[in-house]
Structures are given as structure tokens and as C-alpha cells.
């Protein structure tokens, strides 16, 4: 089945550095990837989509500047965030798919992060 | 409002008990349903689609009413392995999933 992996699993880092967390899917091409921001005991929510090739669309709210998205080849996502303050610490999980797809898809094992 | 809304719980029953959950959801253009369920601090993983005709896999047991805009979960004879929070999720087509907040269930000896 389709796997995705995202890495790392968990960081620490400073207020006012960035942090990049890489999603790929490894044994399927994945034109759109999505990446999610979970906070304790809430839902996820979409923070954007990612297609290959092109401009991340972003959710309304989240700032893209702080929040980049690169999705440079049909495996691999990356999203960074930027000058990181403690509010950004949280559970970020990616998601890819395949083309069109109405089922449900796989999701990374999500990376949690601690702003000190 | 939100989109997708869900009771979060927490439900606490015995092992070997019945338990429901529910779920509303506002976009009635709404392709496509399921129910993932989601153990603490890992990523949610697919539990099964949700078909207008309901459907079954093993103990468990999904519904959809798309005149209500209501969707629920049944799960049969709970086992202690069942405790995670189930998230309700609807796909309002292109890839565009909207997740509900969860449902916490413990299920205790």
C-alpha cells in the first residue's frame, strides 16, 4: 500500500529559528500533498496543498511567508517554518495522494514541535 | 459553525460493551465519508469508508444519511485495543478533507 514518510518525528528548537520537516511518498508518485497542524485535544487542520511543481495553496490564516512549502519533485514535500515562535509548537502530519482520489489516503507519522 | 462536528467525549465503557458515535456535517455537496481513528500522538490511520447503504468490517459498523448530513460509527463487543479517538472526516471532493475534532473512547476492563 501507499506509505508516506516524514521525518523528523519530533524537534526542539529556538524561538526565532526554522525548522524544515521533509514528507515523501516512497513507493508511489504524489502529485498533491497535503500538510495539517494538530493542537492538543483538536481537530487537524489543513494548513495548505501542495502540487508538484507549482505554488503551495495555502488555508485562509495561515501565512504563507512563515509557513514555506516546497514540493520540488513528485516524492518529496518540505515544509519549513520560519523565525518559529513557541504558538507554532504542535503535531504537523503531511498527507499524499495520488491524482484524483475520492478515498480516504495515508498519512505521515507526523512531526511534533516544541518551540522553547 | 463547523464544518464537521462531532461529540468529543471522552466515552468510557467495559470491555464488551456497545458504543455509537456520531457526526454532523454542514457542506451538503459532501462526496465522500469516513472514519479514521487516531492513537495519542501518532497520525490518524483509515479505519473505513462510510457508504450510503452502510456498510460492516467486523465489529464495526458505519452509516450515512446524507438527508440528515449525519454520520455514525458502531462498534461491537469493545476491546481494550479500541481506545484511541476516532476522527470523523469528509471529503468535499478534489482531495479537500475537513476532519471533525474527535471522539475520545476508552474502553476499560
Known amino acids: 500500500g501507499a506509505v508516506v514518510s516524514q521525518h523528523p518525528s519530533w524537534v526542539i528548537c529556538k524561538s526565532g529559528t526554522s525548522v524544515k520537516i521533509e514528507c515523501r511518498s516512497l513507493?508511489?508518485?504524489?502529485?498533491?500533498m497535503f500538510w495539517y497542524r494538530q493542537f492538543p485535544k483538536q481537530s487537524l487542520m489543513l494548513m495548505a496543498t501542495?502540487?508538484?511543481?507549482?505554488?503551495?495553496?495555502?488555508e485562509q490564516g495561515v501565512e504563507k511567508d512563515k509557513f514555506l512549502i516546497n514540493h520540488a519533485s513528485l516524492t518529496l514535500s518540505t515544509l519549513t517554518v520560519t523565525s518559529a515562535h513557541p504558538e507554532d509548537s504542535s503535531f504537523y502530519i503531511c498527507s499524499a495522494s495520488i491524482g484524483e482520489r475520492i478515498d480516504g489516503y495515508t498519512f505521515g507519522s507526523g512531526t511534533r514541535l516544541t518551540v522553547v | 459553525r463547523k464544518e464537521v462536528e462531532q461529540d468529543p467525549g471522552p466515552f468510557n465503557v467495559p470491555e464488551g460493551a456497545t458504543v455509537a458515535f456520531n457526526c454532523t456535517y454542514s457542506?451538503?455537496?459532501?462526496?465522500?465519508f469516513f472514519w479514521y481513528r487516531q492513537d495519542c500522538r501518532k497520525e490518524p490511520k483509515l479505519l473505513m469508508s462510510?457508504?450510503?447503504s452502510g456498510n460492516e468490517d467486523g465489529r464495526f459498523t458505519a452509516q450515512l444519511n446524507r438527508a440528515s448530513q449525519y454520520i455514525s460509527l458502531l462498534i461491537r463487543d469493545s476491546k481494550l485495543s479500541d481506545s484511541a479517538t476516532y476522527l470523523c472526516?469528509?471529503?468535499?471532493?478534489?482531495?479537500?478533507?475537513?476532519f471533525g475534532a474527535g471522539t475520545r473512547l476508552t474502553v476499560k476492563p
Open positions: 472526516v469528509v471529503n468535499r471532493g478534489g482531495n479537500d478533507m475537513r
Open positions: 457542506n451538503s455537496a459532501s462526496q465522500s
Open positions: 501542495s502540487n508538484e511543481g507549482s505554488k503551495a495553496t495555502y
Open positions: 462510510v457508504y450510503s
Open positions: 513507493d508511489f508518485q504524489a502529485t498533491t
